[in-house]
């Protein structure tokens, strides 16, 4: 295939010096049988030239059609092979070279969505582990609400920190519908100014019940305000895990 050009210049040149030399045997000498076999020949000739012209252009089309299959199998099969030589800068090489580059661009968003569905598969288990707390924690306190001998003070209490942990509850099942809908592929976390002190007082406050159960005394003390630019409700997620394993895992 790439000695195709050679061959049509080759044939082009050699039909065209055959028609100028048969007309001009024509043109000089018009009554003479011999010169006018030469024309006839030369006419034969270069017909039989046009033919193989076109004979090596379906050819090389053949041939050219044949290559880009091979790529094009090659890129489906994810093979690193290339057909055309990147060297010369011929049409069939930019186009080889277009079709890796988007090859590794699908490769690349494949492997994306890969890792984004394994982080969804994550976040799902994640979040159905983080329901068993605020459960556990509104169960306790429903039972501890059940209890004739409460004090107001201690009846509220109890109250406020059981729709704090039905409010986490319903924000876990939330997410995790979001997710199972794939509304949003992955949780989108929202960053905002945040008081730390008030989050960690929810987490405490999340865990106290199971806390008290097992005897152990959580105390938040902090006579300084502190604040940051995070995601309230996850960051409080994330410090009432780490305070409920640790009460968990406290003899």
Known sequence: MKHFDLYRKLVLITGAVISV?????VFFARSSPVTMLWGFSGVLILFALLLLLDFLH??????????????????VEQQERQIFSEAEDTLTARLQHQLLK??????????????????????IS??????????AAANTFAELLSDGELSAEERTEYITTLQMSLGKLTFLTNSLIKISRLESGIISLKPEKNSLNEIVLQAVKTVYAKAKEKGILITFECAQAFEAVL?????????????????????
Do not use: C, G
């Open 126 to 135: 994640d979040i159905s582990h983080q329901i068993k707390t605020p459960i």
């Open 231 to 251: 995601d309230f409700n996850w960051t409080a997620e994330a410090i009432s895990n780490v305070i409920d394993n640790a009460v968990k895992y406290t003899p």
């Open 21 to 25: 030399l048969s007309v001009l045997m």
């Open 102 to 123: 988007l090859r590794n661009i699908l490769t690349a968003q494949n492997q994306m969505l890969a890792q984004e569905k394994e982080q969804i598969k994550t976040l």
């Open 58 to 75: 379906n050819r090389y089309n053949d041939d050219l059609l044949e290559q880009i299959t091979l790529l094009i199998e090659a890129l």
